[in-house]
C-alpha cells in the first residue's frame, strides 16, 4: 500500500458516520487480563505508531502527520536524545518497519534508565499494511531485538481464538468477489463470531496458547546507571 492509501485510510476512518460507528461490530478477540500493565509513567513517556489515536501522557510519534499525532518522523531514526522516556510503547509497529533491529536499537536508545519498553507483535494475523507488512514474531524473536534490556514481564495479548476468527473472517472475505458483500461479511461475522473471543480468557490460561497466539508482548526494563 503506498502512503497516500494508507492515509486516505486514516481520513476515511475519522469519517465513518454515526450509524456504521453504532453498527460496528466489536473487536474478535479479548486482551489477556494476566499482561501486567501497571508500569510507572514519567514525565516524557513515547508512543510510536498512534495515527488517528489519542494517547494520552505520551508523545505520539508516527510516520504520518495525522490526528493525534504529535511528531511525524521515522521510528528507525527518532529525533530525540538519549536517555529522554521513561516509559516507551511499540504496539503493533515492528511488523512494518524495514529495519526492526535499527527501530529497537532507536527505543533502546531513546530509553531512560531505570524505564520500560513495551513491544507488542502479531505472530497469526492476517496480511495488513501500515503502509507496508514486513513479517511477524515469536516471544524469542522479540527478544533477540533488544539483547541489552532485562525481561520483566513476557506472554501473549491475545490468544488462539481470536486467531481463528480472524482468520474465518477473512477467509470469508476472500471468497467474495465484490466490495460491498465484503463489508456485509464484515459486519455479520463480525456480530455472529464475537461472542466466541471469550474462550480465550480459558486458553491463554494454557502453556499451548502461544502455538497458534494471535499478539504476543514483552515488558523490557533498562538498567539503571
Ligand atoms: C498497525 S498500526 C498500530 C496502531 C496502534 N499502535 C494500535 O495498536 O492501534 C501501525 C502504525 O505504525 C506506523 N508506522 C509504520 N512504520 C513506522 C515507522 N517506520 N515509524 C513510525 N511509525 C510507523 C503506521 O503509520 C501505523 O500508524
Known sequence: MNTTALEQRYRAREARGFLRRLLEPPALFVMNPREPTDFPLGRWNLYIGGAGRSVAGYVNLDLFPMPGVDLAADAEQLPFASATFQRVECDAVLEHVRDP?????ELCRVLAPGGYLHLVTPFCHPFHEYPRDYRRFTPDGLKELVPGL????EGWRTGPTATLLVFVLEYAKCLLPWRW?????HFTLGWLLFPLRYLDL????T???GRIGNHCYLWLRKANG
Not at 101 to 105: E, F, L, N, P, T
Not at 150 to 153: K, L, Q, R, Y
Not at 202 to 205: S, W, Y
Open 150 to 153: 532485562e525481561v520483566v514481564a
Open 207 to 209: 502453556s499451548r496458547a
Open 101 to 105: 533491529y535499527r527501530v529497537a536499537g
Open 181 to 185: 458483500w465484503r463489508v456485509g461479511a
Open 202 to 205: 480459558l486458553l491463554l490460561r
